[in-house]
Structure formats: C-alpha cells, structure tokens
C-alpha cells in the first residue's frame, strides 16, 4: 500500500506562483510512476505532469506547459510541482497519483492506481 500526501496549495494572485509537493510513503516506488492531476468545480479530472518511465523526459498538459514543472527528489520519495505564471483557470484541486504500471507512460486517471486526498489552489483575478 502506498499513501500520498499533497501539499503546497494556497491562494494566489493571478501570475504568482506556487509549488506543490506529494510525499509517498508505505513501500518503495519509482517516482517515474507519479504524476500531478487537478479537477476544477464541475469539471473532470484532468492530467497535468507527469515524469517519464525512464526518467528520461517529463510529460505536460498543453494549459500548462510552459509554466509548470514537474521534478522529483528520490531521497526523500517526493515529486514536486513547481508552478508559475498561475491563472485564474488554473484554479483546482491537485492531485498526486501513481500510475499502476511501472511500465507505461499513461496520462489517464482510470491508470492511476494510488492518489492522494488533494491539495486546493486557487488563483484570484
């Protein structure tokens, strides 16, 4: 069993910035299977970052690339989401998730196997 906890979110300002953290414990994971998530009021959960299997490159939703950027510290089993240039649409809950296969490279929520319970950010105009 895996457990995630998010944190980092809070209320900004339109173009200020925020960095979330997802902190897994429970057993060994690589964090290439962690990915960032967010679902905004009366919208579907959506993918935000994720890093790749291998490591080798990092995966953005098209709404915030550019501006996001996912990393991860393997000591302390952490993956981080550092935002910047926050928009008013950017406004959700955040989510970490883990992809149920350590093999693949999903952007899809119905692969993720583990999430955590979310972490609120706002961003006022």
């Known amino acids: 069993q895996v457990q995630l906890v998010e944190s980092g979110g809070g209320l900004v300002q339109t173009g200020g910035s925020l960095r979330l953290s997802c902190a897994a414990s429970g057993r060994t994971l690589s964090r290439y299977r962690m990915g960032w998530f967010r679902q905004a009021p009366g919208k579907e959960r959506e993918f935000v970052a994720r890093m790749s299997r291998s490591g080798g490159s990092t995966y953005y939703a098209d709404s915030v690339k550019g501006r996001f950027t996912i990393s991860a510290d393997n000591a302390e089993n952490t993956v981080y989401l550092q935002m910047n240039s926050l928009k008013p649409e950017d406004t959700a809950v955040y989510y970490c998730?883990?992809?149920?296969?350590?093999?693949?490279?999903?952007?899809?929520?119905?692969?993720?196997?583990?999430w955590g319970k979310g972490t609120l950010v706002t961003v006022s105009s």
């Open positions: 998730a883990v992809d149920r296969s350590p093999f693949s490279n999903s952007r899809d929520a119905r692969d993720m196997e583990y």
